[in-house]
């Protein structure tokens, strides 16, 4: 093992192509509701017609903001997504709120959820109805320790895993819409005929419904995390949403119309597992395990993903000396944020062993969508701020202008039709960030006491402060002792 204090800066590797990019989008945001239960929508609507008319506008809606995104990226090559982008056009304040609650809550959160998901189908297809709680909590405990291990192992490894999943779960829905056409052309089409029958066409209520189809398409921000590992990102960035978003449009509407060819209006409302269901309905029973299992492709690769992102959110966050610099620092050998990662890891274990966390998960999601209001209401500043900057992709300023609208509508309507002390708490929490803030970051309040800890941490796990480059610098970075560098004395 070589000596962190006499290692020369190491840097994140640029491991991630296009394919990489169009899977690592893909594979975020299919995750297990498709799959499990897309009923919410149904609910909140009241008919099919305007059921799949959410879907496509929650659809546009993500491609819209990806497209600013997109903008942005090519813009801050840096990796850490929203949080560099805020902290460019507002400062570090908000900036700093943002990494502080995905870092805490968001990610680490989502990632318990879906890895529980994966838990539970896995042992569906072994032990069939299997209520055993302790075994669902410590299969999505392994299942995110062993993802943890790959990430600090080698991206390389983790995109491939990635592009597999992806794979599996396009052809899973490949098979599923394959099944809702034969039953569809055979005939079966009283669902999709009843159209627009029952629709609830409140704006209140359509804002839940956006919320339970937006939920679906979560992840559409995900690839601006790593830009620092992406091929070329000035390229492939745009390239992949590009191609990445309309493709999971067009899977979730056909999955849609699927369970409206061989489900009832009634199976879609109550039903939890409706592609299950459709196996069972139209499969042989020896075959129907296939459905599980793809839930299993789809919630592995999910959860990959959401904890990548999570890891790079921490790293970029401390490289920019808003969190204690060490978690800024890279393995020597796998070139990994691997105190990023072990911070997501440990949260997210938290969170499965904490059991239910539906609604806190349910409240954060709107936090998340002011923070996406914000990073795009900040790509209109840039635009006056850093109008002489290059911009290698431009969206039509039309564009966020109307996401922000649109965003602008899905945090106050909620707030609107239901409120609940639960939306305070959670901006009290968001808040609750200034606590470390104030004091260590802006006051800059010295902690040394720590440092013979970070050293430890250091050598512990092979760690030495990380740089960033430009795709295609030239990487010769000068040896740095530890001791010697600017600001590793804070917390």
């Known amino acids: 093992m070589a000596d962190p204090k006499k290692t020369d800066d190491v840097a994140l590797k640029r491991e991630v192509g296009l394919i990489g990019g169009i899977s690592f989008i893909v594979g975020t945001m299919i995750g297990s509701g498709i799959f499990a239960s897309p009923s919410g929508v149904l609910i909140e609507t009241g008919s099919v017609g305007l059921d799949l008319m959410v879907w496509v506008f929650c659809g546009i809606v993500c491609l819209m903001g990806a497209l600013c995104y997109a903008e942005l990226g090519t813009l801050i090559t840096k990796s850490g997504g929203e949080y560099q982008y805020i902290k460019a056009a507002f400062g570090s304040v908000p900036a700093y709120l943002f990494s502080w609650t995905t870092v805490v809550v968001m990610k680490p959160s989502a990632s318990a959820a879906i890895s529980l998901t994966f838990a539970d189908y896995a042992l569906k297809i072994f032990l069939g109805d299997c209520d055993n709680v302790g075994a669902q909590k410590l299969l999505a405990i392994c299942v995110i320790w062993i993802i943890g291990f790959i990430h600090i192992w080698s ?106 060819g061989v489900l009832t209006k009634y199976e879609v409302e109550t039903e939890s597992a409706l592609a299950v269901l459709l196996g069972e309905k139209t499969l042989f029973p020896w075959i129907v395990w296939i459905i599980p299992l793809s839930v299993c492709f789809s919630t592995f690769g999910s959860t990959n993903g959401e904890m990548f992102t999570c890891g790079r959110i921490a790293y970029a966050t401390a490289r920019e000396g808003h969190l204690p610099r060490i978690f800024s620092f890279c393995h020597i050998d796998y070139h990994t944020p691997v105190l990023g990662v072990v911070i997501t890891v440990f949260m997210s274990t938290l969170y499965v062993l904490a059991g239910d966390f539906t609604t806190l998960v349910d409240y954060f999601s709107f936090a998340a969508w002011c923070f996406y209001f914000l990073t795009v209401l900040g790509l209109i500043r840039l635009r006056y701020t850093m109008k002489d900057a290059p911009r290698e992709f431009t969206v039509p300023l039309p564009i966020p202008i109307v996401f922000c609208i649109v965003a602008a509508y899905l945090i106050v309507a909620p707030v609107i039709a239901s409120f609940d002390l639960m939306f305070v708490g959670a901006a009290v929490f968001i808040l609750l960030g200034l606590i470390y803030y104030i004091p260590f970051v802006h006051f800059q309040l010295k902690t040394p006491f720590l440092h013979p800890i970070f050293i430890r941490m250091q050598y512990a796990f092979n760690m030495a402060t990380s740089y960033y480059h430009e795709e295609g610098e030239e990487e010769t970075p000068e040896k740095v002792p530890l001791q010697d560098l600017p600001g590793e004395k804070d917390a």
Not at 195 to 206: D, H, I, T
Not at 217 to 240: A, I
């Open 155 to 260: 991206p390389k490894v983790s995109n491939q895993v990635q592009t597999y999943c992806t794979y599996a779960k396009i052809a899973a829905i490949i098979f599923i819409v394959l099944i809702g056409v034969v039953k569809i052309c055979m005939g079966s089409t009283a669902t999709l005929a009843s159209g627009f029958e029952g629709s609830k066409w409140n704006p209140l209520q359509v804002s839940f419904a956006m919320y339970q189809g937006l939920f679906s398409y979560d992840g559409w921000n995900q690839l601006n995390f790593l830009t620092e590992e992406l091929q070329n990102p000035k390229r492939n960035l745009p390239l992949s949403i590009i191609i990445g978003i309309p493709l999971v449009m067009v899977c979730y509407l056909l999955m849609n119309v699927a369970y409206f």
